[in-house]
């Protein structure tokens, strides 16, 4: 008889709704274009994301019009498993409860209904981890209750914990009466919560459940708030041999430790993980010792600057090198040396996330990036001599950008022989260090709106379209997906000339559409078919 399941945990689903961009009509483009504009390609009268080109060529059809069978075949970033369900679920699965992961609702929701069909009172969690507003929230749980009776959800992760830690707890009682949620976790690390909560659901006794909101015969409850340290000890690590992976895929997320001990100003990541916290080796090794006879060929590393504190790195590299896995991470490149490359190079490295943010000396000492143009340049070099890919993020428009620093900025891309690189405008987040300098720089707005001494968020976007349109030393990736979208196509069995050549070409594509060129791709089309069918 098969065992009952106690929790379903949905890790990501698309919040980027393709089909109703495609519905607006094309010459009003000019009202919604910087919504589409380099994210998106038109094709077939509708927009698409550039995987669900090759999928046009490679299948003939796209994505949405495909079978759940079908998708899970397709290329979709979303296929390739996230450690947020995987973590989240680690407690429950480690203490015997029976909890099933859905990787991608969007490719998986059949195995969904059927799993969440057999419960007797399906209690289902959602992971925010990805997700950045409620909307997109409640469309999925609309979407569910279509299908699945009486649904229990759970509510738990990223987004959840920001807009607490930004707004405070009351913030949450309205949407989760609106959308009909029963639970919120609102903690950082919060699988014990989530593990807590589970057992203790029939009995309602929560009275051991910190982080926890929820309704008492339509009270807007609260247990204790509790700040809990990240679970990185070796019996903390995921079961990777019992935790449900999606078919088609060879890779696996890993971290090795969580938070940061830099403090670069604008990010609110060292605020909200309290440090940072480096998991000793065993916790590692254990997780390899059960990859390895798994059919996992590639990892990428979470952590924000595995490459710091360096006799920890060497000692992950020594680590890794005992293995025969292909890896990737983020990688502070003022870290790197020959020695390091090298090691790096042969502990299986095959592509790095360069967070550069900006090539300007005065700017990164306004970023406290504790880095400089001459060794961001020596640590792409470095990486090169070994041949480890590497990806390059910009921030565009930081309080204190001039055309100056942008020019720095182009200078760096055109010649300091990164790959692939991203521009993505500066977003001003109100509990990032920099706001404390707001007055000092003018800086005024919230997140993608802005105005500083120097620069607003328009001319940011401007500058950025610019930067875009000129380059053609290095391959302009999407922000959104960078590194992991290079990952994914290693992982799906390209070659590195492949994945070079095909951007180059979905490049192009873009800049057609910026200039209004919506029609007039076939011979773009037609030179993607030729480079993927070759691989
Ligand atoms: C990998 C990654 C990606 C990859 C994902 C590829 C893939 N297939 O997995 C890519 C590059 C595609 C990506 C894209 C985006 N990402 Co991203 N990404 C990450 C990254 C580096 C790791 C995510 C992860 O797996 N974390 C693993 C664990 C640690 O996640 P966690 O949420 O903290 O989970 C813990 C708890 O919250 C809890 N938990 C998780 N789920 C649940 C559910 C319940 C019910 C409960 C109770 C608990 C719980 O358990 C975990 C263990 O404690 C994080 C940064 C980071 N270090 O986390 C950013 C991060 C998640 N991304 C972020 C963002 C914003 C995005 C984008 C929107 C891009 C953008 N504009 O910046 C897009 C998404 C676009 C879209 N939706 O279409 C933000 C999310 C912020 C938020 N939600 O409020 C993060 C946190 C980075 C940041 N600080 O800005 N991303
Ligand atoms: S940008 Fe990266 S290195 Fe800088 S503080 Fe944030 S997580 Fe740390």
């Given at each position: 008889m098969r065992k009952k399941i106690d929790l379903i945990i949905i890790g990501k689903f698309e919040t980027i709704d393709y089909k109703s961009y495609s519905q607006l009509p094309l010459d009003r483009i000019d009202i919604y274009s910087d919504l589409t504009q380099n994210r998106m390609i038109y094709?077939?009268?509708?927009?698409?994301?550039?995987?669900?080109?090759?999928?046009?060529?490679?299948?003939?059809?796209?994505?949405?019009?495909?079978?759940?069978?079908?998708?899970?075949?397709?290329?979709?970033?979303?296929n390739l498993p996230s450690l947020n369900p995987a973590l989240a679920a680690t407690p429950m699965i480690n203490n015997g409860l029976n909890c099933k992961i859905i990787n991608n609702l969007d490719s998986d929701f059949d195995i969904f209904v059927e799993l969440a069909q057999s419960m007797d009172r399906p209690l289902i969690a959602i992971s925010t981890t990805f997700l950045?507003?409620?909307?997109?929230?409640?469309?999925?749980?609309?979407?569910?209750?279509?299908?699945?009776?009486?649904?229990?959800?759970?509510?738990?992760g990223a987004f959840i914990n920001d807009q607490v830690s930004t707004k405070g707890i009351e913030t949450l009682e309205n949407p989760l009466r609106k959308y009909g949620i029963s639970y919120a976790i609102h903690s950082y690390n919060s699988e014990y919560d989530l593990f807590n909560l589970v057992s203790n659901i029939d009995s309602k006794d929560f009275s051991k459940v910190n982080n926890l909101t929820y309704f008492d015969d339509d009270k807007?409850?609260?247990?204790?708030?509790?700040?809990?340290?990240?679970?990185?000890?070796?019996?903390?690590?995921?079961?990777?041999?019992?935790?449900?992976?999606?078919?088609?895929?060879?890779?696996?997320?890993?971290?090795?430790?969580?938070?940061?001990?830099?403090?670069?100003?604008f990010c609110t990541y060292p605020v909200q993980s309290k440090g940072f916290h480096p998991a000793q080796m065993d916790y590692l090794k254990a997780q390899l010792e059960?990859?390895?006879?798994?059919?996992?060929?590639?990892?990428?590393?979470?952590?924000?600057?595995?490459?710091?504190?360096?006799?920890?790195?060497?000692?992950?590299?020594?680590?890794?090198?005992?293995?025969?896995?292909?890896?990737?991470?983020?990688?502070?490149?003022?870290?790197?040396?020959?020695?390091?490359?090298?090691?790096?190079?042969?502990?299986?490295?095959?592509?790095?996330?360069?967070?550069?943010?900006?090539?300007?000396?005065?700017?990164?000492?306004?970023?406290?990036?504790?880095?400089?143009?001459?060794?961001?340049?020596?640590?792409?070099?470095?990486?090169k001599r070994y041949d480890i890919t590497t990806f390059a993020a910009f921030i565009i428009g930081f309080p204190g950008e001039t055309s100056k620093?942008?020019?720095?900025?182009?200078?760096?891309?055109?010649?300091?022989?990164?790959?692939?690189?991203?521009?993505?405008?500066?977003?001003?987040?109100?509990?990032?260090?920099?706001?404390?300098?707001?007055?000092?720089?003018?800086?005024?707005?919230?997140?993608?709106?802005?105005?500083?001494?120097?620069?607003?968020?328009?001319?940011?976007?401007?500058?950025?379209?610019?930067?875009?349109?000129?380059?053609?030393?290095?391959i302009y990736l999407d922000s959104d997906s960078g590194l992991w979208y290079l990952a994914y196509m290693r992982d799906q069995d390209y070659d590195w000339k492949t994945i070079a050549d095909s951007q180059r070409i979905i490049v192009e594509m873009l800049r057609y559409d910026n200039q209004k060129r919506y029609l007039d791709k076939d011979n773009l089309l037609s030179s993607l078919s030729d480079c993927i069918t070759n691989n």
């Open positions: 094709l077939d009268n509708g927009f698409h994301h550039s995987l669900d080109i090759y999928n046009h060529i490679k299948y003939n059809r796209y994505y949405d019009e495909s079978s759940y069978e079908e998708r899970r075949k397709m290329y979709n970033i979303w950045l507003t409620w909307s997109v929230i409640g469309k999925v749980i609309n979407k569910i209750r279509e299908k699945i009776d009486r649904p229990i959800f759970i509510i738990g807007f409850c609260l247990t204790k708030d509790q700040w809990n340290s990240p679970y990185i000890l070796k019996n903390d690590i995921p079961p990777w041999d019992k935790i449900d992976l999606p078919e088609n895929n060879k890779t696996i997320q890993l971290r090795s430790s969580s938070g940061c001990t830099f403090k670069c100003s059960i990859i390895k006879h798994m059919d996992i060929e590639n990892i990428i590393f979470i952590d924000d600057t595995p490459n710091f504190p360096v006799p920890r790195f060497k000692a992950m590299l020594e680590l890794l090198k005992k293995y025969d896995f292909r890896w990737y991470s983020f990688i502070r490149a003022q870290y790197i040396d020959d020695g390091i490359a090298r090691m790096m190079k042969e502990s299986g490295c095959d592509g790095v996330y360069l967070g550069i943010e900006s090539a300007d000396n005065q700017i990164l000492k306004y970023m406290k990036k504790a880095a400089n143009t001459k060794i961001y340049m020596k640590g792409v070099e470095y990486l620093s942008i020019q720095t900025n182009i200078d760096f891309i055109k010649n300091s022989g990164i790959d692939y690189y991203s521009l993505k405008e500066f977003w001003y987040a109100p509990n990032a260090p920099i706001a404390k300098k707001a007055k000092e720089f003018g800086l005024e707005g919230f997140g993608n709106k802005w105005k500083h001494n120097t620069m607003n968020s328009n001319e940011a976007s401007t500058v950025k379209m610019e930067i875009f349109n000129n380059i053609s030393e290095s």
